[in-house]
């Protein structure tokens, strides 16, 4: 704690330049002198903040793991919260605390805990605020609690929070009943090239010789621009470069797209549902592929996809999901899950579970040499819909985590810390790339010299298994 834990930089040390377009660009090291001047490349680029002091999300972790002030539900009583005051001089009677309680991500009711004190090293105890109604089967129930400098304290303006903790209340599970289907069900069209799939509102089609699904058709209305792939590999942070990332864990790159069809077929038909069910090699990692489709008669389709993998020695996988592209015109942007600033498996404690919305080009962090980011992580559902409000649902029977961005990963996934690549080398395109993922290893940061993610925040290679249904919306 003494010293600081040993974060640095503050601020990435980038200056601006001006390319010959006139786009305007943080440089670093390597961006000036005649070719050969040695530098570190971005080394310098490495702080909480940007160049121009707008913050990194990671500068939220720090001020949350940083907080002196810990809440936490009594093992003893679960009406009952925990507050250690961790300050080495300041009684807790210096500070306001609030609380809200979520609905499902939705703030229901509000408030202002009694004031009471809490000498410093000390711990107290205090009743958790009640809030009637809270017991609805089948809604996640979350209680947020804030503290808020009663005066101003030095640099520290009056109403700053200071510390805050989200904690999950119990939650009751509800047995949900089937609805009524459509008027009619499912028509299924097989040739020897195309398998295709309709019903009263929807259709879908599927490339026999590849195995991927070709079009998505919601009320006559396509939604996707390029079908859902598994997909492995994530797009090397600088902390992975530092690791040798790309060395070590490199068999994965192109694992998805060097993929072979092995099989295609129809398991199941009838006028409810249609299950389909396809094959793949995995020349690149000597591992097997299944993705088993079920659509249903609402137009409904999940996706279940598992890796077998066939050699006993392969690398730990980056990440394990799926990658898929929508138009352009998609880029509303609603979920439930942690946010709203991008968060990963080891780090997503400041990031708390709600709902948020917002635009896709906004989910973008562009740090000062591009890579992986604008990650979320426990979601619960996420859309992503048009000005319309038409679009897609993306759920799982777990949580999942998703990444969006309007330039494909293959365009910086080749990179190198010493390529000297920029956010306006990076083209955006009118689409929305999407990353749908069961999990995606963790950003590490101990150092970046050589130090991997911690080990718990790491995915050995082995079998996996990840559902995702997709559902056709309208407003």
């Known amino acids: 704690k003494l010293q600081g834990g040993s974060i640095w930089d503050w601020v990435d040390q980038g200056l601006l330049k001006t390319d010959k377009f006139g786009n305007e660009y943080w440089a670093y090291g390597g961006d000036f002198g005649p070719e050969g001047t040695p530098s570190d490349y971005n080394f310098c ?50 500070f306001d605390f609030y609380y809200t309680f979520l609905a499902d991500g939705r703030p229901v009711v509000k408030g202002e805990l009694p004031e009471f004190g809490c000498a410093p090293g000390q711990t107290t105890v205090i009743d958790m605020p009640h809030a009637v109604a809270l017991t609805e089967p089948g809604v996640e129930y979350f209680l947020n609690l804030y503290m808020h400098a009663k005066q101003e304290m030095g640099l520290i303006p009056k109403g700053a929070m200071l510390a805050a903790e989200q904690i999950r209340l119990p939650y009751r599970p509800v047995l949900a009943m089937p609805l009524p289907g ?38 006559g209305k396509e939604l996707i621009l390029a079908a859902p792939v598994p997909y492995f590999w994530r797009e090397p942070t600088d902390n992975d470069h530092g690791f040798g990332m790309v060395r070590k864990l490199g068999v994965w790159r192109s694992a998805s797209e060097n993929r072979e069809l092995t099989g295609f077929e129809v398991l199941d038909s009838d006028s409810r549902q249609i299950v389909v069910k396809v094959d793949y090699s995995l020349p690149d990692v000597y591992s097997s592929y299944s993705l088993v489709y079920s659509i249903d008669m609402f137009g409904d389709l999940v996706l279940q996809g598992s890796i077998h993998p066939g050699d006993s020695i392969l690398p730990d996988m980056p990440r394990f999901g799926f990658y898929m592209e929508m138009f352009g015109q998609y880029d509303n942007v609603e979920w439930f899950g942690r946010g709203p600033f991008e968060n990963y498996v080891d ?16 989910q973008h962090v562009s740090y000062i040499r591009p890579q992986e980011n604008g990650n979320k992580c426990d979601v619960r559902w996420m859309s992503l819909t048009d000005e319309d409000g038409r679009g897609l649902k993306f759920s799982s029977g777990g949580l999942f985590e998703f990444t969006l961005q309007q330039y494909r990963p293959q365009w910086i996934s080749q990179s190198t810390r010493e390529s000297k690549m920029h956010s306006v080398d990076v083209p955006r395109r009118n689409m929305v790339c999407i990353n749908l993922d069961a999990f995606q290893m963790g950003v590490g940061g101990n150092n970046s010299w050589g130090a991997w993610p911690l080990e718990k925040y790491r995915y050995p290679a082995k079998a996996y298994n990840f559902e995702l249904k997709i559902e056709p919306i309208v407003k």
């Open 45 to 94: 680029a490495n702080g909480l903040v940007n160049a121009d002091r707008s913050i990194h999300p990671g500068l939220h972790e720090v001020k949350k793991v940083y907080q002196n002030v810990h809440f936490s539900v009594s093992p003893d009583d679960k009406d009952k919260i925990v507050i250690h005051n961790e300050y080495n001089f300041t009684d807790l009677d210096e």
């Open 182 to 219: 459509p008027l009619h069900g499912l028509d299924m069209s097989d040739s020897d090239t195309l398998l295709e799939v309709s019903g009263q509102d929807f259709s879908l089609s599927f490339d026999k010789e590849n195995g991927q699904l070709s079009s998505y058709k919601y009320r």
């Open 347 to 362: 780090r997503k404690t400041a990031a708390f579970v709600g709902l948020y919305k917002g635009k896709v080009a906004d």
